[in-house]
């Protein structure tokens, strides 16, 4: 076989690889965000001998981490992605991932971390992937030895109380448990229309503010609004 031969298939060789990589290159292949794990899986906040109001501010940073492909690499998107919580009024969770209890209400949130990809990194499209992970993070409620606080509304009013630590914020009879000897503030704010009428069964009372201190049995109290 000729030299010309030999010459002219490595010519042909070469094309056909330039040519399939070229081909691969257009298919598609391009780097592509396929889940997200959120670290860590699961947190709790609190414990059973602890009453959920006390659990107010308790916080932890969460972490979401991509899984690509084309080529395999995970990196960390916790900033890339839109962070949610199921139960905000028990665990809320920030544009940042800082998970926090409210100390509201004790169970299981469900957060989770999503990222629509319109395109891969390289600018291909694929409009309308929505990838998401998910975490729990779990309030675990007071079963230990307390006292219960309860709030009745009356009047023709309407109005909300809010609490010094959290634990009661309510617009309609509510409740929490105090550890015996406990202190807790309550401040009654009046809806637009409404007007407060006041405060019954507190320690102390200063204009809207109702004070429980050093509680020793289960205690009901009542807030007017007219």
């Given at each position: 076989m000729s030299q010309k031969w030999f010459t002219t298939a490595s010519v042909l060789s070469v094309l056909l690889i330039a040519f399939g990589l070229l081909n691969l290159s257009s298919c598609g292949h391009d780097q592509q965000l396929t889940t997200i794990t959120i670290q860590?899986?699961?947190?709790?906040?609190?414990?059973a001998n602890i009453p959920v109001n006390e659990d107010a501010g308790l916080n932890v940073q969460l972490r979401a981490l991509g899984t690509y492909i084309h080529p395999p690499v995970t990196k960390d998107i916790t900033n890339q992605v839109n962070w949610e919580s199921n139960t905000p009024g028990m665990v809320t969770v920030d544009s940042t991932g800082l998970a926090t209890a409210t100390g509201n209400s004790?169970?299981?949130?469900?957060?989770?971390a999503t990222l629509k990809t319109n395109s891969?990194?390289?600018?291909?499209?694929?409009?309308?992937?929505?990838i998401t992970g998910y975490m729990t993070a779990n309030v675990v409620c007071f079963t230990g030895t307390g006292q219960?606080?309860?709030v009745v509304f009356a009047g023709v009013g309407t109005g909300t109380i809010a609490s010094s630590p959290p634990g009661l914020s309510c617009a309609s009879t509510c409740s929490t448990a105090l550890p015996t000897g406990g202190s807790i503030i309550l401040t009654a704010t009046p809806n637009s229309g409404s007007t407060f009428g006041g405060w019954l069964g507190c320690d102390s009372v200063s204009a809207q503010v109702c004070t429980v201190s050093n509680i020793s049995a289960s205690r009901t109290l009542t807030v007017t609004f007219n």
């Open positions: 860590p899986t699961t947190e709790t906040f609190g414990a004790c169970g299981g949130s469900l957060i989770s891969s990194t390289g600018n291909i499209s694929s409009t309308g992937a929505i219960a606080l309860t």
